[in-house]
Each structure stands twice: as C-alpha cells, then as structure tokens.
C-alpha cells in the first residue's frame, strides 16, 4: 500500500513530530510511506516556546520528508494537496491536534476526497484545551473533509462523536514511545539531578501551560510533608511567574527541584528514572504523550479525572486517579500512592507496554483503512 502522511516530521521537535516518525518507521516495514513536511510549522507570533526545531541534543528519527506546506500561506495549501497526490497514494493520513491547523488540513482534505481519494484524520484533539469562539465552526468543517477518523482516547472520540455524528471512526490508543532509551538505577539518576536520594519523588514533566495544574500541584505540595520533593522539568508557554510566586512562597521550597527550559530527548530518562511517580494534575485532558513515556519508564501515574486521562489508568491500573480536581485531592492521592504496592503498577505498566505497542498501533490501523 501507498502511504502518503502529511504532518510535522524532522527537525520539528516535539510530541506530534515524534509520534509522527514513530507511526513513519513501523508502517514502512510493510508499506511504502511518504512524509509531506511542513516549511513553516507555526508562524514565530503563534509559537510561545524558544524553537520548533530539534537540537543536538535531541534523539529525533530523521525522517526523509518532502518540505512543502507553509499552514499560513493558503497558497500552499494548493501546491501541498497537488504533490500528495501526484504521489498517487492509496490513502492519505493527516494528523489533527488544534484548531489553528483546520484551514490548511482541511483544504487537502478537501481537495483529496473530491478527487476519490481516502484521507484518515488521527486526531490527538477534537477540541482544543484552550478554546476560542470558531473552534467549533472550524473543526466541524475539517472534520466532514475526511473520508474517516482515527482517535487516540474516548473522550476525544466523543468530541468527534459530538461535532460529526455521521463520521466512520476507529478509537486506538496513543502508543508508547520507545525512542528515548532504557531507565538508569533512581540513585544515578538523582544524583545527576542534585536531589535527594530519600525523599519520596514526584515527576511533572512536559511543556507548562494553564490547563496542566502546575499550580494545583504546587498547592499540594505545601500539603505534603518534608519527606516528599517535586521535580519539574519543562518549558513554559506563557508567564512563569505565578508558579514562580508559588515556588517562592511554599513552605516546602526547599524540596521543589525546577528544571525550566525545553528538555532534551537525551535528558529524558534521567528524569523519569528519578521519579518514584509521574503526576499529571491536568484541569483539562484528553489523552497524554507524557504518559506514554511514563509507562516506557515503567513510572506509575497520579492521575486527575478529566478528559481521557482516566481511562488510562484506572482499568490497567497503572496508577492512581484523583477524585477531584484540586490540590487537597491530588495531596490525598500522592499520600495514598506510597501506601500501596508498587508491584502492581509495574506489572499493570508491563502489561499495558506489550498491547501498546508501535506494531499493533500500525496494524489496527491498516485494518481499518482496508475496511473503509
């Protein structure tokens, strides 16, 4: 089968661009794939972070792709449906994850299915977590270009469900990252961090932004006794310095290790190595890429019952979910954590590792595209 993929593929960095070379390597052992690549991701106004291109640093599959859509010049969205095309693909797949992309996505979309071909949308969302007055008019358009969808969580499946009653879809979830290399002994790992050995060690990692709870965490921790210590390792989109001002005010400062900046892929397993759990206390979610590089680390989830993030734990328990969502709930869960046996979350992980891998990902996928 001819496949054609249309995304963020090397040197963008980041979670779309590393799954998108995930799925790249595991669909061209039996099919020929070609990635189409964006020459300008987001404009330089739109994007909060320092860069969205990798580093040296960074463990990115260098995926060959052809360098054609620029998602803010309509021009383009022309020229990029007229080369994927004359690739003459058997299907299309596009990736979706905000609003900002429904435009340029959708336009290919568009052009492709007039012309009989199949376009498969994998959504990472359906509805943004930060929402703006014509997300709904837009998504609603993108979403009937396609000839079907594929959904990494149920509740962004109920979102699709929701805006696209009509629409055929497969839900399939996100599967784990296996590029980041192997866990080093806690000890190791801690001293390279300069934290303490002892204390029971809490993990947020990932980009910062509102609907991620830093704030909800951090008013935990002054929950927590002296035996506890918060590592947070990410980039903030946007202003720091309310978390700072709960940083500075908390009356377990001492024990809050913060790491601020973009961390590269090399970093990454001394980081999960370091935690004996990894908290998403998310006000919003639908499903989580930091969890499944967690579950690669074989890390134990805190989780909070929004989106789909619950479904990612509760039934293989891997973790523990929040009742509510707030910072008593979460210091209740953390404190409720270090009670239990740990044995079960790890074998719970284990399992869950084997039926989320790249391979079965890959042929759910091809099944449904076949049967569409």
Not at 4 to 14: D, E, K, L, M, W
Not at 163 to 169: G, S
Not at 171 to 181: A, D, E, I, S
Not at 194 to 220: E, Q, S, V
Request: with cysteine; charged share 20%.
């Amino acid at each position: 089968m001819k496949i054609a993929i249309v995304s963020c593929f090397y040197p963008y960095r980041g979670g779309i661009a590393q799954f998108n070379a995930n799925l790249y390597a595991v669909l061209s052992n039996e099919h020929n794939v070609k990635a189409f690549n964006f020459t300008r991701q987001y404009p330089s106004l739109l994007f909060p972070g320092k860069t969205q291109y990798v580093t040296d640093k960074d463990t990115a599959l260098a995926i060959e792709s052809e360098r054609v859509l620029d998602s803010a010049n309509p021009f383009s969205y022309y020229s990029t449906a007229k080369k994927v095309l004359a690739y003459k693909p058997d299907v299309i797949i596009l990736r979706y994850w905000h609003t900002y992309f429904a435009p340029s996505m959708g336009y290919i979309a568009r052009y492709a299915t007039k012309r009989g071909y199949k376009v498969i949308t994998i959504a990472d969302n359906i509805v943004p977590h930060e929402t703006h007055w014509f997300d709904t008019l837009f998504t609603k358009w993108f979403l009937k270009q396609n000839t079907a969808l594929v959904t990494l969580s149920e509740a962004v499946r109920d979102d699709l469900v929701r805006l696209h009653p009509a629409a055929k879809h497969m839900m399939k979830r996100h599967p784990l990252y296996n590029h980041f290399g192997e866990k080093i002994s806690a000890e190791q790992a801690r001293k390279q961090l300069h934290i303490d050995n002892d204390k029971k060690t809490l993990l947020f990692f990932g980009l910062i932004r509102d609907y991620k709870g830093l704030d909800l965490l951090l008013d935990a921790m002054n929950l927590l006794d002296d035996s506890y210590q918060l590592v947070i390792a990410g980039e903030c989109y946007g202003n720091f310095d309310t978390y700072q001002r709960q940083i500075d005010t908390n009356k377990n400062k001492q024990n809050i290790h913060l790491f601020h900046r973009y961390i590269n892929d090399s970093e990454v397993p001394m980081f999960f190595s370091a935690a004996d759990v990894c908290v998403l206390p998310y006000k919003t979610a639908t499903q989580s890429g930091i969890a499944a590089i967690s579950y690669h680390f074989e890390v134990p989830l805190v989780i909070t019952n929004t989106g789909g993030l619950k479904e990612m734990v509760e039934t293989p328990h891997t973790g523990l979910v929040c009742e509510r969502i707030d910072s008593d709930s979460i210091a209740e869960t953390i404190q409720q954590f270090f009670t239990e046996d740990k044995t079960s979350f790890i074998e719970g992980i284990q399992a869950e590792k084997k039926a989320l891998s790249w391979e079965n990902f890959a042929q759910s996928l091809t099944e449904f595209i076949h049967n569409i």
